[in-house]
C-alpha cells in the first residue's frame, strides 16, 4: 500500500513516514500543493494524508483539484482546523476522515487501515491453501502455526495473496510495498522472497511462492500437491 503525505511541517511529515513506514506501509511525502499534484499524477496512491495549511495553496483547493482526477484514492485531512464546521466542511469537499491536530498516532493508524481496508474490493482475510493472512489483525498462520513476519515482509505477502496466481515482477513488488523505483540493479526483493520461503513454505511439502523465469515472483498453491507436510 502506497501512501501519500502531504505535509508542510518536517517534524510532523517525518513522524508520519516513520511511523506508517513501521507498519509496513511505502510512504512519499510532499510540503506543498504544487508538489502534491506532481506526485499524484506521477503515481498511483492507495491513501493521502492532506493538512489543510499549505503554504501555497489551500488544502481545500488542493482536495477538489485531487477529486476531478478520473482515478481519486481516499483523502484523510488531518488539520488543526478544529472547529465542527471546518470538520464539516472539510468532509462535505469530498474527504474520507478528518483527524483533528494534535493527534495519537495510533487512533490515526485505525483510521488508516479503515480508509484501506474500505477501498479493497478483496476480503480483509487471505487464504492461500492453509497459508491465511489476517489483514486486519495482521497475522499469518499456515496450517495452524502462527508465523512472525516483519512489516515489509507482510506487506509483500499481502500483495502477493491479493494477486493470488499473478506473475509479479521485481519492478511492481519494489513500486507497491517500497517507496523507491526499482533501478534493475537492487536484489531486495530476492532478498525478502528467500525470508518469506524460509518462513511459510521450507517445511512444507507444497510449495507456495513460485519463480515465475523472466519475470519475478507468483504466490500460488499448485492443484496436483497435497497441503499439508
Known sequence: MRILVVEDEKRIADFLQRG?????????????????????HAAEYDLIILDLGLPDIDGLALLSKIRNRKASPPVLILSARDQVDDRVKGLESGADDYVVKPFA???????????????????????????????????????????????????????????????????????????????????????????????????YQTKLIHTVR????????????PERA
Open 20 to 40: 506508517l513506514e513501521s507498519a509496513g506501509y511505502a510512504v512519499d511525502t510532499a510540503n506543498d500543493g504544487a508538489g502534491a499534484l506532481d506526485q499524484v
Open 105 to 203: 498516532f495510533v487512533e490515526l493508524l485505525a483510521r488508516v487501515r479503515a480508509l484501506l481496508r474500505r477501498g479493497q474490493p478483496t476480503p480483509e482475510r487471505l487464504q492461500v491453501g492453509e497459508l491465511v493472512l489476517d489483514c486486519i489483525r495482521r497475522r499469518v498462520t499456515r496450517a495452524n502455526e502462527n508465523i512472525e513476519l516483519a512489516p515489509k515482509e507482510f506487506s509483500i505477502l499481502e500483495y502477493m495473496m491479493r494477486n493470488r496466481g499473478r506473475p509479479l515482477s521485481r519492478t511492481m513488488i519494489v513500486e507497491h510495498v517500497w517507496d523507491m523505483d526499482y533501478d534493475g540493479l537492487t536484489n531486495i526483493v530476492d532478498v525478502y522472497i528467500r525470508h518469506l520461503r524460509s518462513k511459510i513454505d521450507d517445511k
Open 214 to 225: 523472466g519475470i519475478g515472483y507468483m504466490l500460488e498453491l499448485p492443484e496436483t500437491q
